[in-house]
């Protein structure tokens, strides 16, 4: 936590900060303003003396954003010294609005589409303000934007001689929050939903799902007043949210400079959707993934017999599972990693993962960027040059995991082509996919990178790199949209590299919660797919949990059941057998909805919305699906509302309109709170009104990939008016879409009309809240009318 105040009036304890007081230069630079401010104002020549300045510039680099940066000392290394993150790696989109850049008398402004940036420039009055088609966004205003000097004797000039380096320098931002505005996202954080009233250090640790800690820290927050921000550096930076000023968010990074991005929305929607164009959007992950993904588990004894019982167990039930992961121990102990199988326990492992294979099985397998000293390329990679090093040119090396471990330099070519040249020989193999753990333990104290990269900015954006290079193997062996990791530490742009995991959560239902709350944090920050441990990782689940935990697994985009020192095959949970029966029930469930969910999927890769949305991305008018942190949207169509007990009561929130049960085939009336009892093999899956999905009804659904088009049900949720365009994916051209359906309420009734594509085998239409009276097809049993194949087009009469 970094607070540099000590209530309204005073700085803390040993603490000078020179705020922004008044304005001393000031210019428009074609699309740019350029100001200098000082820290005292001027009341005659003499104050141009001993007093501190900052440099700002305002830009516009996108439509609807706009990029304040600030420096104190401009030509001091921690300025210019990377990393720096990559963005807009699709390249920077044309703008469709004019920038229009003005100076008066009292002010400079910066006017582009409906924002608008104005810099009062008078004396003793500074102030930044942002606004939207006129009216107030945020500001920066009095004793919000200064440069923050701890420990030291700054105002003494023989000090300043001496040690003009002593203590702590900071820039810090304080952005006006106005009245009931709330905070979200900051990536993965498992407390409160809200930030407001808390301290957020970005900062990527190891510390589990119940603490303030987190894998991925993410400088980017969204707001209920229509705007987002995106620090953009990968530093350690502190978010005080109305915690240390109760009207602000201050924003502190360490150095000499501070930079943001403002980003207006109106709607979180349209935030994100801009965001991630600035930071990337998501690679589509191949439809596999979408399927169950058994794991060994952590610190479980296995073999390939064990691994074969387990897969001879799952198909004797009649579970399908699309991924086998292989965890820590597929390498021996102590020599982590040699990515090499441990030939004790896998004596022919590339055969046995042909076998695997065989069986229409991907392989997944654990790694890290960690070599342990008796790993067999740890001298290696150590006489190349390949692993960070102190400032002496030794090694850095460590035991809190592997002992004597080294860390490979990602920042040295050479280095990243000869850690993808031993992933390249386990693909060779047969591996499918790489879980990449760990990258959170990143040291910072007398560290050298290759490229000189600064250790502080490396410590989050080590995971960039660990992740993207790890990522490009498998995109260069499977090509563009087939390619996933199972990734855990991220920072901002790591959403380019799917699929990540919510890290290790205790087996409870309080852990539960957390790890939705999380997720649903990571989602805001522009990562579109997201999977958890099924039933928690630390202990064994009870059965009650394993239950409720598969349900709400199964509906999340990727679903894993995994666990630290016991297997998670449900014989080994629930000796009565119902979590058998209760895992097939929601994977066959999931595989029913793979015409809605990968088209779901192919929308996010395009506009960088995530799959699993808060409430208030669908109602961001509705001012309580703004407190909503229990339920969540899974696409735009589906509300899903986990169950969190033993006992299967659940109490959630529904918007205005008739819900429709998926799973249930009940109708709920929204506008409040629904109170419920749910079984194993059930819980709230609600078809949102005016919304349409795709349902298959094929007997194929062994595989999570099979024709998504052929045999299905489109359910329609009817309201009066409705438009709605439905899409089916091309299950063979990954990201291509075989078949669109519109749905439109016209005078005429309800007209149907295949708009791309051929349907293809049987084609139903079920109006799940209403009767259907006739229609261009058969109406048959359920209210469902069937078309024939090739037919393009009908017209519905509802009762």
Known sequence: MVKFSHGCWHPAPDTLIDWAVETVVAETRGDALHFVTSSKPINHRGDTLNNPTLTHSLTSPIDNVIHLSSTHWTRQKSVTQGPHFELYPAGQPERQSAIQTTKTAEGLKLE???????????????????????????????????????GTTALHPR???????????????????????????LGERFGPFAKNGQSVEIWNEDGGTGSELTYKNIPFFVTSAGYGVFIPTSNYISFEIQSERTTRVNISVPGETLAMYLIYGPDPKSIIERYTTITGKPALPPAWTFGLWLSTSFTTEYDEGTVTSFLDGMSERDIPVSVFHFDCFWMPGFKWCDYEFDKDYFPDAKGQLQRI???????????????????????????????????????????????????????????????????????????????????????TGDVVYFDGSSPEKMHNYYSFLYNKVTFEVLEKNFGPNKAALFARSATAGCQRFPVHWGGDPYSTFEAMAETLRGGMSLALSGFGYWAHDIGGFEGKPDPALFKRWIAFGLFSSHSRLHGSGSFRVPWLIDESGEADKVLKHFVRAKHSLMPYLYASAIETHKTGVPMLRSLFLEYPKDPIAWHQDMQYFLGDSLLVAPVFNDHGEIQYYLP???????????????????????????????LRPGAAVFVSESGELDSVVYDWSRDVVLLVNWVEGMDKTVRIADYEKAGEFKLAVTVRDTKDGLTVNVAEGKIAGSFGIKVVNKSIESGDGEVTEGNTLRLKEGVSQATIQLK
Not at 660 to 682: A, N, P, W
Request: proline share 3%; net charge negative; glycine share 12%.
């Open 112 to 150: 582009e589409g409906s924002l608008t940036a104005s810099v009062d420039t008078r004396p003793k009055s500074f102030d930044i303000s942002f606004a939207a088609n006129g009216k107030l966004l945020t500001k920066l205003g009095w004793r919000s934007v200064g440069y923050v000097k701890q």
């Open 656 to 686: 205005q309109g008739e819900w429709y049960g998926i799973l249930d085939g009940k109708l709920r009336s929204g506008g409040g709170y629904v109170t419920e009892q749910h079984d194993f093999f059930s819980l709230p899956v609600l």
């Open 159 to 185: 000090a300043n001689y001496l040690d003009p380096n002593k203590g702590k320098r900071w820039v810090t931002y304080q952005l006006q929050l106005g009245v009931g505005d709330k905070v979200y996202g």
């Open 357 to 443: 294979k065989e069986r229409g099985i991907h392989i997944c397998v654990w790694i890290n960027s960690y070599i342990a000293q008796e790993s067999s390329i740890f001298d290696e990679a150590a006489e190349k040059g390949y692993l960070l090093k102190r400032t002496d040119g030794s090694v850095w090396q460590y035991d809190f995991w592997q002992a004597g471990m080294g860390f490979v330099d990602f920042t040295n070519p050479d280095a990243c082509k000869w850690y993808q040249d031993k992933l390249q020989a386990l693909v060779d193999m047969g591996v499918d996919s790489f879980k990449t753990d760990f990258g959170e333990r990143i040291p």
